[in-house]
């Protein structure tokens, strides 16, 4: 089973709001990643962990911050956001192989 | 550094015809290759990978691709196109290093006519 799971699948938040997108993946993988893709645009990379710590942050603006709880699951914590901060999110999770499996992502709209 | 260019935005197929999907790669060294599918408001999804046990490699629904490391291309392949092949197409390369960081394409969107 390569099954990456991320909640919610749509999210409408106002600029003011506070609101986090979770990811969980059951695979034993101890790599996770973050990526936001505006349309018709590959993913960017914006985070990622290896076994629970942060790894690689590409110059993401605080207003999104990334959490790893456990080697199962991972959060993005948003706050503040602006419009052009809509987009797809996508989390990736990674085991011994170089290969990423994406979850179905979460597709933000912020007012 | 690693890069990928995908040559072709857009691609138009009837069904029936066959796909090929364009991906040349720069790296320093051996690379790792993916090719991903995507379809509409979905994350993209493994089609085939290369990591060097075998240059001509077999993925998912038919696809294929060569890896040709004189020409450093990757294209895609499928002998006989579906509608259901309808998707936007990612080429990418990752050096195995810095926590497997992925370069992607541009993306090839494809287009079966029926």
């Known amino acids: 089973d390569t099954e990456v799971t991320q909640t919610p699948k749509h999210l409408v938040m106002g600029m003011t709001n506070k609101k986090s997108l979770k990811c969980e993946q059951h695979?034993?993988?101890?790599?996770m990643y973050w990526y936001k893709q505006k349309a018709k645009k590959p993913p960017e990379l914006m985070f990622v962990?290896?076994?629970?710590?942060?790894?690689i942050n590409e110059s993401v603006p605080s207003r999104f911050s990334p959490e790893c709880p456990n080697s199962s699951l991972l959060n993005l914590h948003l706050h503040a956001l602006q419009p052009e901060d809509s987009a797809l999110y996508l989390c990736?999770?990674?085991?011994?192989?170089?290969?990423?499996?994406f979850g179905p992502g979460t597709r933000l709209t912020v007012l | 550094a690693q890069s990928v260019t995908q040559l072709g935005s857009h691609v138009s197929v009837s069904e029936g015809a066959l796909v090929l999907l364009r991906c040349n790669y720069s790296?320093?060294?051996?690379?790792?290759l993916f090719w991903y599918v995507q379809y509409p408001n979905q994350g993209l999804q493994l089609l085939l990978k290369?990591?060097?046990?075998?240059?001509l490699v077999k993925g998912i629904n038919g696809f294929e691709a060569e890896f040709k490391k004189s020409e450093t291309s990757f294209h895609l392949t499928k002998p006989s196109a579906h509608m259901s092949d309808a998707a936007e197409y990612f080429c990418?390369?990752?050096?195995?290093?810095?926590?497997?960081?992925?370069?992607f394409g541009s993306g090839t969107k494809l287009n079966v006519k029926p």
């Open positions: 990736a999770s990674r085991g011994q192989t170089d290969t990423q499996y």
């Open positions: 695979m034993g993988h101890r790599a």
């Open positions: 962990y290896s076994y629970e710590k942060l790894s």
């Open positions: 790296s320093s060294v051996p690379p790792y």
């Open positions: 290369y990591t060097s046990a075998a240059t």
């Open positions: 990418a390369v990752s050096d195995g290093d810095n926590f497997n960081k992925f370069y």
